[in-house]
Nanobody, 116 residues
Framework: QVQLVESGGGLVQPGGSLRLSCAAS????????TAWYRQAPGKQRELVAA???????NYVDSVKGRFTIARDNARNTVSLQMNNLKPEDTAVYYC??????????WGQGTQVTVSS
């Protein structure tokens, strides 16, 4: 089992920045990829950014150049740096980890609201 706990959400004005963090614990040696998803009201959950164990990153087009996913192996954390935030980035953001056999683990989610 893997436990994921997100932190860092909040209210920010358009153009502002937030940094989300996800702390992983448990059987983390089996994790081969981590990611951030988001779900806005009335919409499906979507992949925002992904990071493989080999360091390959992938971003949804709408956040390219603004968001950065990174991993700190010493602290067992994955972060999402979000710059130049827009109202359409408002959503609940979820940390995700995938094991070698395909098991998906999820955090509880953290709310990000971009509004003036």
């Amino acid at each position: 089992q893997v436990q994921l706990v997100e932190s860092g959400g909040g209210l920010v004005q358009p153009g502002g920045s937030l940094r989300l963090s996800c702390a992983a614990s448990g059987s983390i040696s089996n994790i081969v990829a981590t990611a951030w998803y988001r779900q806005a009201p009335g919409k499906q959950r979507e992949l925002v950014a992904a990071l493989s164990s080999g360091g390959t990153t992938n971003y949804v087009d709408s956040v390219k150049g603004r968001f950065t996913i990174a991993r700190d192996n010493a602290r067992n954390t994955v972060s999402l740096q979000m710059n130049n935030l827009k109202p359409e980035d408002t959503a609940v953001y979820y940390c995700n980890a995938r094991s070698l056999i395909g098991t998906m683990y999820w955090g509880q989610g953290t709310q990000v609201t971009v509004s003036s």
